[in-house]
């Protein structure tokens, strides 16, 4: 069994004090926003609370699905690096980056490099990989149970917050999928973005999600992970190799039940029973009079 966590869209705080200059582009309405609304949603001790509550469940490894960052300051990257080396190992978290990380143009690899070592393929899953070296997708191996980690993350106007994945990695993606499902191993996809049409509104959807269903109902994939929408969604995709499970959670510092729900994270405990796969989804909420996470509802997904 494999016991695999799954937080979103942290929202890193405090936000580092931006220089003038690095405020004459997209990054001067995201920080006001972050002044006059965000900062307050979005609370540095909840985050802490919930990765306090996140150890003590013991995961065998855990699955962040981007949006460390806010305005992509290059500060921030590096109060992330600082942030993630603190909660553990590149070896037990798996990061992808989501629009957030990639607000504005040529900031995405600060991430890249600054949190190389929590999304980079293992050595042992290589021979799963295309050829040629690009940053995505990537792959982690876990027993006979497979990360595979997208970017959606790519730059887009004021007021957009799109994804896109873009030809080639969905290429590669369905690629991997195949390798991986020949091999029987249980694939676990992670994309910041909801991956499936009408999902979301235009102007924060996914670009090619249309191209990325085809893929997945074409191939197969058994358990998307996914964030971006500050809530809990659940839905499911009928594959050629049986239903996939496509689940968001909520934003991992969000202090308060508004009009979005309180922090939470899930779950998910994997086995293999016979020739069939198991996944037990275990959802973890904040109590924000308690000031402590607690179990809200746990379901069996296949």
Request: charged residues 20%; hydrophobic residues 40%; glycine residues 6%.
């Amino acid at each position: 069994m494999l016991t695999l966590a799954h937080m979103s869209d942290p929202h890193l705080s405090p936000l580092p004090k931006p220089r003038l200059r690095q405020l004459c582009n997209k990054r001067l309405i995201g920080f006001l926003s972050w002044q006059l609304n965000r900062k307050h949603q979005h609370q540095r001790d909840v985050l802490d609370v919930l990765c306090t509550d996140l150890k003590a469940q013991n995961p065998d490894h855990v699955a962040l699905t981007g949006d460390l960052a806010n305005i992509s300051l290059p500060d921030e990257f590096t109060q992330a690096q600082a942030w993630l080396t603190a909660l553990g190992s590149g070896d037990w978290i798996s990061v992808i980056p989501g629009n957030h990380d990639a607000y504005v143009p040529k900031t995405l690899p600060l991430g890249l490099d600054a949190w190389h070592d929590y999304m980079t393929s293992d050595a042992d899953a290589r021979h799963f990989l295309p050829a040629g070296e690009v940053n995505f997708p990537y792959i982690r191996l876990r027993d006979k149970i497979a990360l595979i980690g997208t970017s959606t993350a790519v730059p887009y106007p004021p007021w957009i917050a799109r994804g896109k994945l873009g030809e080639d990695q969905i290429k590669r993606l369905a690629e991997i999928l195949q390798k991986l499902g020949d091999a029987k191993y249980f694939r676990v996809l992670m994309i910041h973005h909801p991956p499936l049409p009408g999902q979301n509104h235009w102007r924060k959807a996914l670009a090619d999600a249309k191209a990325l269903q085809e893929v997945l109902s074409k191939v197969g994939v058994e358990l998307v992970l996914h964030g971006h929408n500050h809530t809990s969604m659940q839905t499911s995709l009928e594959t050629t190799t049986g239903k996939a499970a496509v689940i968001g959670v909520p934003s991992a510092s969000k202090a308060q039940d508004t009009h979005k729900p309180a922090a939470r994270y899930n779950l998910y405990r994997i086995t293999k029973k016979g020739k069939a796969w198991k996944c037990l989804m275990t959802e973890r909420a904040y109590n924000p009079v308690t000031n402590e996470f607690r179990e809200i509802r746990s379901m069996e997904l296949l």
